[in-house]
């Protein structure tokens, strides 16, 4: 048990290198295959312990990014540091010592291979929204420029991990039973997915020429009221060769202060983009009045419109400790990573409307956002192009930028449409329909990326359906699993009435 429990945790260490900034997606195929083949003759207890580890692997090095932001840009100790980054690890491995123990406990044998593929993907679904969702490191996003990726517009992300599962399940059944079926089977998802169309939706009229400004400003500095000119001025120094533009995009919270508190530096500026035409979306808090907030206003993480028209979004998923405090009133002081800068957001308490830009809809989602596939599906129904902006400082040289970027391709190719991505110090890109970088800035330098995003036209069917199908086929394979145990039980039971 002590070696399955160390091959487990090997196993779900390799998940990470299947994905972005390593890349070697069919990598992916194999921890599931493993964590299945170890649990398959354990009993409920020892399968969660297995699971348990398999979990300490997948999240011990596919978010081990945790620490630079608790650590760099916080005065929390060492020590400290180190050990929330475990804990927080620990628990959320927890999850796979749930999914493994639900596997063995309640569904039959018979159906191993079905039951698991089923209860993989709820679980996976059940991390985009438990305790406000973590929807991160989803298998289906290894399927990214390989021939499983015409999955993702069909099904969106959990029927390519759906897919892949199938994939790796058929390799664990040959060398379980040595049977020569499951290779024959192997293939087939993969070929299969191959012949699906590449492209669902076509290219509109309308186009945006966009700029993209990538100031590169220290975390260290962007809060500190002392710099705030000079980090206006960086802007506004990038922005001035590029106003011949319909659309200047600056990144989450690039103004740090309340508009009010930055118009006056920013007036000429935008007396100009005024004068050309030219759209300024940015990132910045808002200050919202409310009767009802103890603090009689609510604070937001949005992007608005500054120049040549109106709007404003308000950040709808916000990141805990990061942008909100759990248990405010109990926590916040204890460590300084609790008293991060601008960690009291608030959610927006109404319905919003899409951004426009020259009468092309944005479908708008602030930094991790996008990690959420039906959150971005359900705003890009109506809009041409899918635009983000965040904040990847906090992770410094980490893997996480990396991977957040690579998300980003994936919700591009679920939705059909070109994707403008701006970040405060990379990786700013252009992203088309088929989750290809057409074009991206040097990380950690200051520049600019102009380009031409045509809006698209058209739905994929993951827009008209999406997840509802691909969850309920799993949830069915769960329940006919289980089903068949119970049969099995009464058999056992009561052999003379069959």
């Given at each position: 048990?002590?070696?399955?429990?160390i091959?487990?945790?090997?196993?779900?260490?390799?998940?990470?290198?299947s994905?972005?900034?390593?890349d070697?997606?069919?990598?992916?195929?194999?921890?599931?295959a493993?964590?299945?083949?170890?649990?398959?003759?354990?009993?409920?207890?020892?399968?969660?312990?297995?699971?348990?580890?398999?979990?300490?692997?997948?999240?011990?090095?596919?978010?081990?990014?945790?620490?630079?932001?608790?650590?760099?840009?916080?005065?929390?100790?060492?020590?400290?540091?180190?050990?929330?980054?475990?804990?927080?690890?620990?628990?959320l491995?927890?999850?796979?010592?749930?999914?493994?123990?639900?596997?063995?406990?309640?569904?039959?044998?018979?159906?191993?291979?079905?039951?698991?593929?089923?209860?993989?993907?709820l679980?996976?679904?059940?991390?985009?929204w438990?305790?406000?969702?973590?929807?991160?490191?989803?298998?289906?996003?290894?399927?990214?420029?390989?021939?499983?990726?015409?999955?993702?517009?069909?099904?969106?992300?959990?029927?390519?991990?759906?897919?892949?599962l199938?994939?790796?399940?058929?390799?664990?059944?040959f060398?379980?039973?040595r049977?020569?079926?499951?290779?024959?089977?192997?293939?087939?998802?993969?070929?299969?997915?191959?012949?699906?169309p590449?492209?669902?939706?076509?290219t509109?009229?309308?186009?945006?020429?966009?700029?993209?400004?990538?100031?590169?400003i220290?975390?260290?500095?962007?809060?500190?009221?002392?710099?705030?000119?000079?980090?206006?001025?960086t802007?506004?120094?990038?922005?001035?060769?590029?106003?011949?533009?319909q659309?200047?995009?600056?990144?989450?919270t690039?103004?740090?202060?309340?508009?009010?508190?930055a118009?006056?530096?920013?007036?000429?500026?935008?007396?100009?983009?005024?004068?050309?035409?030219?759209?300024?979306?940015?990132g910045l808090?808002?200050?919202?009045?409310?009767?009802?907030?103890?603090?009689?206003y609510?604070?937001?993480?949005?992007?608005?419109?500054?120049?040549t028209?109106?709007?404003?979004?308000?950040?709808?998923?916000?990141?805990?400790?990061?942008?909100y405090?759990?248990?405010?009133?109990?926590?916040?002081?204890?460590?300084?990573?609790?008293?991060?800068?601008?960690?009291?957001?608030?959610?927006?308490?109404?319905k919003q409307?899409?951004?426009?830009?020259?009468?092309?809809?944005?479908?708008?989602?602030?930094?991790?956002?996008?990690?959420?596939?039906?959150?971005?599906?359900?705003?890009?129904?109506?809009?041409?192009?899918?635009?983000?902006?965040?904040?990847?400082?906090?992770?410094?040289?980490?893997?996480?930028?990396?991977?957040?970027?690579?998300i980003?391709q994936?919700?591009?190719?679920?939705?059909?449409?070109?994707?403008?991505?701006?970040t405060?110090?990379?990786?700013?890109?252009?992203?088309?329909?088929?989750?290809?970088?057409?074009?991206?800035?040097?990380?950690?330098?200051?520049?600019?990326?102009?380009?031409?995003?045509?809006a698209?036209?058209?739905?994929?069917?993951y827009?008209?359906?999406?997840?509802?199908?691909?969850?309920?086929?799993s949830?069915?394979?769960?329940?006919?699993?289980?089903?068949?145990?119970?049969?099995?039980?009464?058999d056992?039971?009561?052999?003379?009435?069959?």
């Open positions: 048990m002590p070696l399955q429990f091959l487990c945790l090997i196993a779900g260490a390799l998940i990470t290198p994905l972005a900034p390593f070697i997606p069919y990598l992916a195929l194999i921890p599931p493993i964590l299945y083949l170890s649990s398959l003759k354990r009993c409920p207890k020892q399968s969660a312990l297995l699971g348990w580890g398999f979990g300490l692997g997948f999240f011990g090095t596919g978010v081990s990014w945790v620490f630079v932001s608790i650590s760099e840009h916080s005065q929390t100790p060492l020590g400290i540091a180190l050990a929330l980054t475990g804990l927080f690890v620990a628990a491995a927890l999850l796979f010592s749930a999914q493994l123990y639900c596997w063995k406990r309640f569904f039959s044998a018979r159906f191993a291979t079905a039951s698991f593929l089923g209860i993989w993907i679980f996976e679904w059940l991390r985009s438990l305790f406000t969702g973590f929807p991160w490191l989803y298998l289906g996003n290894a399927s990214l420029q390989t021939p499983y990726q015409q999955i993702l517009p069909i099904g969106g992300v959990w029927l390519a991990s759906a897919v892949m199938i994939t790796a399940l058929s390799i664990a059944e060398f379980r039973s049977r020569l079926l499951p290779l024959l089977l192997c293939p087939l998802p993969l070929i299969g997915s191959y012949l699906l590449q492209q669902w939706t076509t509109a009229e309308k186009s945006v020429e966009v700029a993209i400004v990538q100031p590169n220290p975390q260290s500095i962007k809060w500190n009221p002392d710099y705030r000119s000079e980090i206006l001025s802007y506004t120094t990038l922005t001035n060769s590029h106003i011949d533009t659309l200047i995009l600056w990144p989450e690039a103004i740090p202060a309340l508009f009010r508190n118009v006056t530096p920013l007036a000429d500026l935008l007396n100009k983009l005024d004068s050309s035409g030219s759209t300024l979306i940015s808090p808002s200050a919202i009045p409310d009767p009802k907030h103890p603090k009689g609510r604070i937001h993480n949005s992007l608005a419109v500054l120049s028209g109106s709007g404003v979004y308000h950040k709808q998923r916000l990141v805990p400790f990061g942008e405090v759990p248990m405010e009133d109990y926590i916040r002081g204890l460590f300084d990573f609790f008293n991060l800068p601008m960690s009291s957001f608030s959610l927006p308490l109404e409307s899409p951004l426009s830009v020259n009468g092309v809809n944005l479908s708008t989602a602030i930094c991790y956002e996008i990690a959420y596939p039906e959150l971005v599906r359900q705003s890009s129904v109506n809009a041409g192009i899918l635009l983000t902006v965040s904040n990847d400082t906090w992770f410094g040289r980490s893997i996480a930028p990396a991977q957040h970027l690579q980003a994936v919700r591009a190719v679920e939705n059909g449409r070109w994707l403008i991505r701006g405060n110090n990379g990786i700013t890109a252009l992203i088309n329909p088929r989750g290809e970088i057409t074009d991206q800035l040097t990380q950690f330098q200051a520049g600019v990326l102009r380009g031409s995003v045509p698209m036209q058209g739905l994929t069917p827009q008209m359906y999406g997840s509802l199908p691909t969850i309920l086929a949830l069915l394979l769960t329940l006919m699993a289980y089903g068949k145990r119970k049969q099995r039980d009464n056992i039971r009561y052999p003379n009435f069959r």
